[in-house]
């Protein structure tokens, strides 16, 4: 028998932690949520994790995204332009009796989702700003407020959070783009992480790009 056929878990299914608050979500195979995560219309994609403490709310975020503990991703906005900026005028529910959720505030929330692309690392205590998109590869500094779109395989950290680095150079990128590893199947993935720990990202990519397994 192969033996990157015993490497592959029977088990599939996304792993959540009892204290874990999960609301109209969408989880992919192996996803894990931590410890007390609480999660408002997030989709999560295959192998994507959740530390302890993160909040999330009206994003998408791909594959094998490794998300520390504390984070916030999509934090509040509060409507400044009001006489008051307290919740009373959007969540007047929790309250009076017979005052709804502000449905067009709701709304406004949802036009301004968060992205974010496969293998990205967002650090612990990182708070994403709503309207966001974060590319693939990407990293995420611990305690980052990042407020505007993070390119590709770049490094960003600080409050703003700033560009420090790419992690790869652009020909590199390009070629992990193109290799679009997260999307390989299970069986296939198992036979590559060896060479992912051992090999130079260069002759990884050489090993495998033609690699038809």
Known sequence: MDRSENLVPKDSEPRIHPTAEL?????????????RVVLREVTV???????RHCEAIYTTIGKFCSIAANSRINALE???????????????NEYFRWLGVDAA????????????????WIGHGAVI???????????????????????????VAGV?????????APDI??????????DWPVEKLAKAVPDMQAMPIETFLDRWENDAV
């Open 173 to 182: 990128a390009a070629r992990i783009e193109a290799l679009a590893w997260w």
């Open 23 to 35: 609301k109209a979500c969408k989880l992919g195979r192996y996803a894990s949520i931590g410890e």
């Open 78 to 92: 509060h409507p400044i332009e009001r006489l008051t900026q307290h919740k009373v005028s959007y969540r007047p």
């Open 45 to 51: 994609g295959d192998f994507s994790y959740f530390e």
């Open 129 to 155: 700003m709503p309207g966001v998109t974060i590319g693939n590869g990407a990293v995420v500094g611990a305690n980052a407020v990042v407020t505007h779109d993070v390119p590709p395989y770049a490094i």
């Open 105 to 120: 505030f709701r709304e406004r929330r949802r036009a301004k989702a968060v992205t974010i692309g496969h293998d990205v």
């Open 160 to 168: 703003p959070a700033k560009a420090l680095r790419p992690r790869f």
